[in-house]
């Protein structure tokens, strides 16, 4: 069964500080992974999305990581602002297109001053 | 999230009755989809359409139906709401993009309430 796990449920960091969120998914065949931050009320919005052959994209101060291999992903944060404060999905599509999305929970972060 | 409205944004109803969301968006894509959110649940995929004539069914259809009036408009309908119908929708759209895959962009959500 395809599946994407995330962990923890949910964080609480103080601002400035880093934190790291893990995916595992069971997907296949796989075709790519993504991260969506979505704030409170608002829809989500991507931030990195990463086909198999990547193991590493950055945007700004987030960096996502994948491991095809083990089927994990992470996605770190740095420099943590109260403006981070939202949920991450993670998201696989497998390579039927972009119908079978796949859609991981959500780790909820909240930054704290 | 702009290129992608949703209307209305907060809606009550009662158990029964017939509800329409709609959603526009300005980003020419072919491709729109509408989601459900639940508490402690991903998104589920309940229909999407890769273009005005094609509209297929997703993995959580059953009570709901859509009409792609337009490439630019996707509206569900709710025939007879009914409480676990109650949730937050998504409307999104997708084109195919630089990271070699179809990127989808969502709008702001309707929360809909069946009482």
Redesign the interface.
């Known amino acids: 069964k395809n599946q ?1 796990e995330q962990s923890p449920q949910s964080l609480i960091i103080l601002e400035g500080k880093n934190c790291t969120l893990q995916c595992n998914y069971t997907v296949s065949p796989f ?2 992974l993504r991260w969506y931050k979505q704030d409170t ?6 931030l990195t ?1 990463m ?1 198999f052959s990547e193991n590493t994209k950055s945007n700004g101060r987030y960096t996502a990581t994948l491991d095809a291999d083990t089927k994990q992903s992470s996605l770190h944060i740095t420099a943590s602002q109260l403006s981070d404060s939202a949920s991450y ?1 993670c998201v696989v ?1 497998d390579q039927t ?3 079978n ?6 780790t909820r972060l909240t930054v704290i001053p | 999230d702009a290129d992608v409205t949703q209307t209305p944004r907060n809606r009550i109803t009662k158990t029964g009755k017939r509800i329409m969301l709609e959603c526009s968006q300005t980003k020419g894509h072919d491709r729109m989809y509408w989601y459900r959110q639940d508490p402690g649940l991903g998104l589920r995929l309940i229909y999407y359409s890769f273009d005005v004539k094609d509209i297929n069914k997703g993995e959580i259809s059953d009570g709901y139906s859509v009409s792609r009036q337009a490439q630019a408009k996707f509206s569900l309908s709710l025939e007879s709401a009914i409480p676990n119908q109650t949730a937050l929708y998504f409307c999104a759209t997708s084109d195919y993009g630089t990271s070699g895959s179809y990127e989808q962009y969502f709008g702001p959500g309707t929360r809909l309430t069946v009482t």
């Not at chain 1, 009320?41 to 991507?46: A, D, K």
């Not at chain 1, 999305?101 to 959500?106: E, Q, S, W, Y």
């Open positions: 994407v075709s790519n009320g608002r829809g989500p919005v991507s999305i086909t999905i599509s297109g972009a119908n999305l796949f859609f991981g929970t959500g």
